[in-house]
């Protein structure tokens, strides 16, 4: 066996300091540049990443992961195995392989043909492409899209580690496909896939790597639809074929963004595996050693979720008490990918200097890494002045101005139960139907309009003062009465403003909200070619000032439709920021919650008679241990009552959920109190009308996916709104796309909203017909 690194990650930012893989995509998928100026572009950017991380002290063999994808890691490992759906098999090549077409139409969809689901992954803002998996799926080996990455690396003179999402994680995330017969599971098919994998192996054996990683999160989660002792049982049944397969490099299974279960560690402990990857920053050291003792450890001590500088001295004590399991060896590591995290904090200027000497972005990391690594090597005392230093910028941190303010504790402490009630629905429903008129199956949009060119351009020229703040607003204001102009003439009943003023939708309000600072450059990928630039909550939350007002107020004054004032609300701000993790984010989600109940008011005493309060990411962080579940909803309800709870009976309040699964979290949604909730359907096959049945609050089930830029038809969508008013009652039922338009073009946003005004029309003369 070849000896593992010293100290490694599990995994690297793969869209580039700039976003160049974005770009490059794009590019391509705009018909700017062809396939062979794509790969060039990206082979450029993986050289360009090497080179980063061995600068940076991973200058031992396999200690560079080999994480890159074009669009998703899952979609990676299901066409590895051949899992391309049916609906695609005509965009195979002649000798059967899956390329780049492929796999862009089965994570963008092509011409009628849907794209594969996305959901999160885990409990991150990444989402992942759903695998469709059935009885009849045939797995075959095509390793190219690995093997090639370790063969170019090698050329470089680099042995790196190809990291591919483990087999029994791959069908556990899977979903069956269309023809699954019911009761079929893809965790049925696990048997049949083991062979493939080994494949697999033996062709990156071939290519020259050393070291696997496989990603096997699967074994810390219970929120999936198998169980955990299941989970534990498979991975256990598919390392002992793949640890006794001869042809194969050493194998380091990973278990990142929790604690394996009981069984889960069993099994690894026990597989013949060289190596094993904990997280040891959300989950505790394993109180059982049996098995490891021949065994690599990768103690994943460096938090790989958020940005804080690392506490060095508490890294070291963990690494102190996985040494004392008797393994082989024990090395640093990352608690997970650091797909989730930016860049470079060196890269940020515009960051607080004081500021920058709490955090650690994922060069910063790798940098603590190599710390620990050479304290290992030498000894503590070889690495006390760094570890000093870290625990002095701890001590900052805590004792700086705004990190602590009075005035934010003393209201929330003040907080009582009727902070968190509003009145009865029954009241609200007559006095919102009074106040509004609205017919029946209301159409609206969830809330941004295409942000173009023009408008990118006029925000980027005004942040380097080039453009002055009186002719940036005016266009913003062209670009709101546009939006206003367009959803009149295509007949939308609720209208919005389309948010040209927004940079992001959290973004905006961190801009605004003291106790945060915002990056330049801190982009950290969403899905695909998308990425966003969290924001870092380092301090107590309050609003100096009203945020949204005037652009609402602005927008209403164009049109006697009703105009929705939008928020982000306070789960999301948190779940899409870096939080400070130094008070528990209840609290945190409290200070937030607040300063959105503040603004609110203002909104109603402006006119405002509808406001939405996007909750997308509650389902997202819901804890993957199911004992964590009932005080994470506790919190995260409870603080969207109380920033919604103040506002009057005939103020509709809205809110909006997309891509997660759903089911577990339905009686949460319905906690939350609002009268209409917006909620992606499309994207995921329909399956969320089944939960719906019999809801009782204002539901919008979304009847068009907008991250593909398929135009749904007209006829398309009426199926999804017959099955809505099949479900739930139609005096409930919302009409809207399953998210906000901002990523999409005019050109498909005009025509994708006429069918859903169409498709809406006709199912109001049905609905007449009948009475």
């Known amino acids: 066996m070849t000896a593992f690194p010293h100290g490694t990650i599990l995994g690297y930012p793969r869209i580039g300091r700039r976003r160049e893989l974005k770009r490059a995509v794009e590019t391509h998928w705009a018909g700017t540049i062809d396939e062979q100026e794509l790969r060039d572009r990206a082979a450029a950017l993986r050289r360009e990443t090497r080179a980063r991380l061995v600068s940076l002290g991973l200058d031992e063999d396999s200690a560079v992961p080999e994480t890159f994808s074009y669009y998703d890691q899952v979609l990676d490992a299901a066409l590895a195995v051949g899992a391309l759906p049916e609906r695609f098999a005509g965009l195979r090549e002649t000798d059967g392989t899956i390329g780049l077409a492929a796999e862009f139409a089965a994570a963008r969809g092509d011409g009628e043909q849907p794209p594969l689901e996305m959901t999160k992954w885990f409990d991150t803002n990444y989402h992942y492409l759903v695998p469709e998996i059935g009885p009849g799926t045939v797995f075959s080996a095509q390793p190219a899209r690995y093997a090639g990455l370790v063969a170019e690396a090698a050329a470089d003179g680099l042995v790196t580690r190809p990291v591919v999402v483990g087999p029994v994680t791959l069908l556990a995330l899977a979903k069956p496909d269309d023809d699954a017969p019911e009761g079929f599971r893809p965790l049925d098919r696990l048997d049949d896939l083991i062979p493939v994998y080994r494949e697999i192996l033996a062709a990156l054996r071939a290519a020259g790597a050393e070291w696997v990683q496989l990603d096997e999160p699967a074994l810390v989660s219970e929120t999936l639809d198998v169980a955990p002792g299941e989970v534990a049982a498979a991975a256990a049944r598919a390392y002992a074929v793949l640890g006794a397969a001869e042809d194969r490099p050493s194998l380091l299974v990973a278990a990142p963004y929790g604690a394996p279960s009981a069984e889960g560690w069993e099994a690894l402990a026990a597989a013949p595996v060289e190596a094993i990857a904990l997280d040891l920053v959300r989950g505790g050291v394993p109180s059982t050693a049996d098995g490891v003792a021949g065994k690599t450890i990768v103690a994943g001590v460096i938090d790989a979720r958020n940005v804080w500088r690392g506490d060095l001295d508490r890294a070291w004590a963990r690494l102190d008490q996985v040494r004392r399991l008797g393994a082989a060896e024990v090395v640093v590591g990352t608690s997970n990918s650091l797909q989730h995290v930016p860049h470079d904090v060196d890269d940020e200027p515009d960051l607080d200097p004081r500021l920058k000497t709490w955090l650690a972005f994922a060069d910063q990391k790798i940098g603590q890494i190599a710390v620990l690594a050479r304290g290992l090597r030498e000894g503590r005392d070889a690495v006390e002045p760094e570890i000093a230093a870290a625990a002095a910028a701890l001590a900052d941190r805590r004792s700086a101005p705004g990190v602590h303010d009075d005035r934010v504790r003393a209201r929330t402490a003040a907080l009582a139960d009727a902070d968190f009630e509003r009145g009865p629905v029954a009241d609200r429903v007559a006095s919102q139907r009074r106040a509004l008129g609205l017919p029946p199956l209301p159409t609206t949009t969830i809330g941004s309009f295409p942000q173009t060119g023009d408008i990118r351009r006029a925000r980027a020229a005004h942040d380097r ?28 009943d609720v209208l919005v403003h389309g948010e040209p003023e927004r940079n992001d939708m959290v973004q905006y309000f961190a801009e605004n909200l003291d106790g945060f600072a915002v990056t330049r450059n801190g982009w950290v990928q969403s899905y695909g070619s998308r990425a966003t630039r969290p924001s870092i909550l380092w301090g107590d939350v309050s609003r100096p000032a009203p945020i949204t007002v005037r652009w609402t107020t602005y927008a209403q004054s164009l049109t006697p439709k009703p105009v929705k004032g939008m928020l982000t609300g306070p789960v999301t701000i948190l779940a899409w920021s870096f939080v400070r993790d130094d008070q528990p984010l209840g609290d945190t989600a409290r200070q937030v919650a607040l300063a959105l109940r503040d603004e609110i008011g203002d909104l109603e005493d402006a006119g405002v008679g509808i406001i939405q309060v996007d909750e997308p990411a509650l389902r997202e962080l819901l804890p993957l241990r199911a004992d964590e579940r009932d005080a994470y909803l506790e919190w995260s309800v409870g603080a969207f009552r109380l920033a919604t709870a103040d506002a009057a009976a005939a103020t509709q309040v809205h809110t909006h959920l997309c ?39 204002g539901i919008g089930p979304g009847v068009w996916d907008i991250h593909s830029p398929r135009v749904p038809s007209a006829e398309e969508i009426a199926g999804r709104i017959d099955r809505a008013v099949s479900v739930v009652d139609v005096d409930r039922v919302w009409i809207n796309p399953d998210c906000g338009l901002k990523t999409r073009r005019y050109e498909e946003t005009v025509a994708s909203l006429a069918n859903l005004v169409a498709a809406a029309g006709e199912a109001r003369e049905t609905l007449l017909a009948r009475v």
């Open 465 to 492: 003062g080039e453009l002055g703040t009186d002719a940036y607003e005016q266009v913003l204001r062209d670009e709101i009465e546009r939006v206003i102009r367009l959803q009149e003439e295509l007949g939308l």
């Open 659 to 697: 891509y997660s699964e759903f089911g577990t979290v339905l009686e949460a949604i319905s906690a939350l109190d609002a009268d209409v909730t917006s909620i992606e359907a499309a994207r995921s096959r329909d399956e969320l009308f089944d939960a719906l049945s019999g809801y009782e609050r």
